[in-house]
Nanobody, 126 residues
C-alpha cells in the first residue's frame, strides 16, 4: 500500500523560500511519476511540478518555472519541492501524488494519480 507523507509547509514572506518533502513508502517507485499539486478554496487542484522517478525527468507549470525545483532522493524514497521567490498567489494546500503509470506517459491530470498525501499548507504573506 502506497503511503505519501508531506511536510515542510508554513508561513513565509513574499520573496522567501520553502522546501516541501514527500516521504513515499509501500512500493518501488522507479516506474512512477510523482507530482506536486496545489489547491485553494473553491478552485480545482492544479498541477505544479512532476518528476518521473526512474528517469529524473521533470515537468513544471508555467506559473512556477524558474522558481520551483522538483527532485528526488532515491535512498530516502523522498521527493522534494524547493520553492523560491514565493509570491502571495502561491498560497495553497500542496499535495504530493503518485501515478504508477507515469513512466509510460506523464500526465498533469490529477485524476490520473492514484495515491495522495494529506497535504501541507503554504501561506505567503505580502
Amino acid at each position: 500500500q502506497v503511503q505519501l507523507v508531506e511536510s515542510g509547509g508554513g508561513l513565509v514572506q513574499a520573496g522567501g523560500s520553502l522546501r516541501l518533502s514527500c516521504a513515499a513508502s509501500g512500493r518501488t517507485f522507479s516506474t512512477y511519476a510523482m507530482g506536486w499539486f496545489r489547491q485553494t478554496p473553491g478552485k480545482d487542484r492544479e498541477f505544479v511540478a512532476g518528476i518521473i522517478w526512474g528517469l529524473g525527468r521533470t515537468y513544471y507549470a508555467d506559473s512556477v518555472k524558474g522558481r520551483f525545483t522538483i527532485s528526488r532522493d532515491n535512498p530516502k524514497n523522498t521527493v522534494y519541492l524547493q520553492m523560491n521567490s514565493l509570491k502571495p498567489e502561491d498560497t495553497a494546500v500542496y499535495y504530493c501524488a503518485a501515478d504508477s503509470t507515469g513512466l509510460v506517459r506523464f500526465t498533469t491530470t490529477p485524476s490520473s494519480y492514484e495515491n495522495w498525501g494529506q497535504g501541507t499548507q503554504v501561506t505567503v504573506s505580502s
